[in-house]
């Protein structure tokens, strides 16, 4: 008679479930603790964050510089000039949008 051994039966808790399920009930709480708490880490700089970051400011040069020669030096490497100029303007689209986002615009 075959006897049969408890070692060979499924754990219905296996290993990944358990950690998968512990991942979950963290991310809850994590949600549930800091709802509002975050609101706006800008709040007290905001006026001086809006004037570094303002089309007239110097670190907005830089950034449109810096794209323009990453773009520039993707041209000559990979000889694709359209890849290169579609990159510097969906990035300098993404920056306009996302400074309108987070309200620096």
Do not use: C
């Amino acid at each position: 008679m075959n006897m049969m051994n408890i070692s060979n039966l499924r754990n219905p808790l296996s290993r990944p479930m358990t950690t998968g399920l512990m991942l979950v009930v963290l991310m809850a709480l994590t949600m549930l603790f800091t709802g509002e708490a975050h609101a706006d880490l800008f709040a007290g700089g905001k006026d001086q964050i809006k004037q570094a970051t303002n089309s007239d400011s110097t670190l907005y040069l830089a950034m449109m510089v810096i794209g323009l020669a990453a773009a520039a030096v993707t041209g000559f490497v990979t000889k694709n000039w359209f890849a290169a100029i579609g990159g510097f303007a969906a990035g300098v689209i993404f920056v306009n949008v996302a400074m309108g986002i987070i309200g620096l615009a």
